[in-house]
T-cell receptor
Framework: EAQVTQNPRYLITVTGKKLTVTCSQN?????MSWYRQDPGLGLRQIYY???????DKGDVPEGYKVSRKEKRNFPLILESPSPNQTSLYFC??????????????FGSGTRLTVV | EDQVTQSPEALRLQEGESSSLNCSYT??????LFWYRQDPGKGPEFLFT???AGEEKEKERLKATLTKKESFLHITAPKPEDSATYLC???????????FGTGTLLAVQP
């Protein structure tokens, strides 16, 4: 089954404790992206990647890091989480050739709480 | 600035009561207008892509239409299982990425 898999689904952590949210897709997509979703603000892009070793900032990149060492994986790293990073996070992927047709395929989300 | 605005924020319908959701966009060089459905705690699920003014697409009780400034998602004779948040997103413009509206929360009561 074609899918984007995120882990963990739920995470509660303390301020300053480094964490990684993993994202993997099995569709051989070139394009991958991370979004956060907050009430009243909608989905906002954090980082995106056009292909292996190619990443760039989205609208709200502060406090986040990403890497793209393999085509299928695109982890999101919070080096020193703060309470304002409490949010619902989504990973998404897309074929650059097909992107205008199908938009993105989204993961199921990671609900992060930073206390 | 590229922008997508959805209205209303929330809509409550009785089962069978048809209505429309609105998505206004300001994007130069639109390459696609997308509709997604999102259930609570889940990722958005793709519904439709529209490319040019006048285009329409249908899926079961949903029909999406596009003009040069707006898109509408028409829901005909909705059922309780249509309850969800419906997201609109534009692709194109200066940033060449998907820009999302904040969504319309639809509740259909039996």
């Amino acid at each position: 089954e074609a899918q984007v898999t995120q882990n963990p689904r739920y995470l509660i952590t303390v301020t300053g404790k480094k964490l990684t949210v993993t994202c993997s897709q099995n569709m051989n997509h070139e394009y991958m992206s991370w979004y956060r979703q907050d009430p009243g603000l909608g989905l906002r892009q954090i980082y995106y990647s056009m292909n292996v070793e190619v990443t760039d900032k989205g609208d709200v990149p502060e406090g986040y890091k990403v890497s793209r060492k393999e085509k299928r994986n695109f982890p999101l790293i919070l080096e020193s989480p703060s309470p304002n990073q409490t949010s619902l996070y989504f990973c998404a992927s897309s074929s650059l050739r097909d992107r205008p047709n199908y938009g993105y395929t989204f993961g199921s989300g990671t609900r992060l709480t930073v206390v | 600035e590229d922008q997508v605005t959805q209205s209303p924020e929330a809509l409550r319908l009785q089962e069978g009561e048809s209505s429309s959701l609105n998505c206004s966009y300001t994007v130069s060089g639109l390459r696609g207008l997308f509709w997604y459905r999102q259930d609570p705690g889940k990722g958005p699920e793709f519904l439709f892509t529209l490319y040019s003014a006048g285009e329409e697409k249908e899926k079961e009780r949903l029909k999406a239409t596009l003009t040069k400034k707006e898109s509408f998602l028409h829901i005909t004779a909705p059922k309780p299982e249509d309850s969800a948040t419906y997201l609109c997103a534009s692709h194109g413009g200066a940033t060449n990425k998907l820009i999302f509206g904040t969504g319309t929360l639809l509740a259909v009561q039996p």
